[in-house]
């Protein structure tokens, strides 16, 4: 599929939407605006078919004005975090998604690319995750995301040509925030979360967003949930050792049992919060330790996508060489 309209980026200038942006705008003549709350990164971008508007996505008046002319939509803004109760979650990663499915379904809109998360899937069952697996998310965060994609599944059922993804731990060049921030830059790793045998799965960001772009240009996607992953589920331990080496950090190979993490992250988030700041450690996503939690990206792979990063090794040599 080709679109002759305007493609809006939402969340643009955050990690993923920034790579969005990067990737689709290397079509000059392709009509693109981008939106935030910031623009610092997008600034960056001087090109004269890239238009910023700066916009709150609660507000249904700016909606409709940042919809005009709009054919495709990649909606990737969005509180990400752990550490955040569902009541300030709610009001961009549901709400907001009510309000632009709901102009983007009247005005005809020809694709809409809906960003969520692994992390509605809930406590792992045992095998990897399917998108035909009942999702059953556990923290605030997850059920914020799942509450998000109820929405978008009830406009396809009314005839949104929409497409939801699922990212797992997303990495790599330029990721500041999250568990991929251990995989993406040069820092102390303090020890190994628990035995560190548990296996995740990881995803470059280069692949969230060409596969993004990919699926939006194939008819047979609509309708369609797909993970987003690579091949590989190194152990936890195999993964941080790898990032060490990759950004020469200092590694401290001692095992911190998880209990005593937990009482750590207690300590810390209500200074976080006084602060302004995420936590350095999400009492949230220590659960996710406990077990083993990878992702089947079969489904993505069955519509001829190739994933650019499929080797996590591979990859953060790849990043050690740039």
Known sequence: MKYTGITLITGANGFIGFELLKEISKDPN????VTDIRDDKIKLFNQPNIEYVKSDIRDEKELSSLLSGVDRIFHVAGICNLSTDF????PINVDAVDKLTNIAYQ???????????SSVYGTYQGSPFKETDICNPKDAYGKSKYAGEMIVSEKIKKGL???????????????N?????????????????????????NVRVEDVASAAIYLSERENSFGQTYNIADDDHPSLEEALDLAAKTFDSKINKIHIPLFLLKIIAKVESP?????GRIPDLEYEAIKYLYHDYYMDNG???STGYKLKYPNFVSSMLSMKLN
């Open 30 to 33: 392709l009509k693109i605006r």
């Open 87 to 90: 009541n300030t979650l709610k």
């Open 107 to 117: 005005n005809s809109v020809k694709a809409y690319v809906h960003f969520s998360s």
């Open 161 to 175: 040509k929409a497409i939801i993804v699922r990212p797992c731990t997303v990495y790599g060049p330029g990721c």
């Open 177 to 201: 925030d999250g568990a991929g921030k251990l995989f993406s830059r040069h820092g102390q790793i303090a020890g190994i979360p628990g035995d560190g045998k548990k296996k995740l799965s």
């Open 271 to 275: 200074i976080a919060k006084l602060q």
């Open 299 to 301: 489904k993505l792979k």
